[in-house]
C-alpha cells in the first residue's frame, strides 16, 4: 500500500491503537496538514460517539474501512455511527479493503484538487474582465 502512495505522490502515516480517545486525538490532528482519512474504526464503529465527532468535526475526506463485510455479520454491526459522517465505506475484501480505500482517496483528492484549480481560474478570469 505503502508503494502505491508513493508513485502517486501520497505521503501516508499509519496510527493504531486500541484507544478511543488516542484515536479521537490522532483524528483531531489532522488539522494541521493533513489532507484525508483512512479509518478502520473497528469495534468503536458501533459506539463511538467520539470517534463519530472528531470525524465530523476535522471535515476531511474520510474513508471508513473494514476487513470483514460489516452488513453480514450480527445484528448489532449492522449499525455504523461513522458511516454518514464518512465520504465513503470499503467492506468486505480483507486486507485488500485497505488498498482499495487508499484508491478511492486518491480520486477523491485529485478531484478536490481540479475543483480547487477549476475555481481559481474562474475567479482570475472574474477578475481581469
Do not use: W
Request: charged share 20%; with cysteine.
Amino acid at each position: 500500500m505503502k508503494s502505491g502512495a508513493t508513485q502517486s505522490g501520497i505521503e501516508l502515516e499509519f496510527f493504531q491503537s486500541n484507544l478511543e480517545g488516542e484515536i479521537v486525538d490522532k483524528i483531531q490532528e489532522c488539522l494541521d496538514g493533513t489532507d484525508g482519512i483512512l479509518i478502520n474504526p473497528a469495534a468503536y464503529t458501533h459506539s463511538s460517539i467520539a470517534i463519530r465527532d472528531a470525524i465530523r468535526a476535522v471535515n476531511l475526506p474520510t474513508i471508513e474501512v473494514h476487513i470483514s463485510n460489516i452488513a453480514a455479520r450480527e445484528e448489532f454491526r449492522k449499525t455504523s455511527l461513522i458511516t454518514d459522517v464518512s465520504t465513503g465505506v470499503i467492506a468486505g475484501f480483507g486486507p485488500f479493503s485497505y488498498h482499495l480505500a487508499m484508491v478511492g482517496m486518491i480520486q477523491i483528492l485529485n478531484e478536490v484538487k481540479m475543483m480547487k484549480e477549476q475555481q481559481a481560474q474562474a475567479q482570475a478570469q472574474a477578475q481581469n474582465g
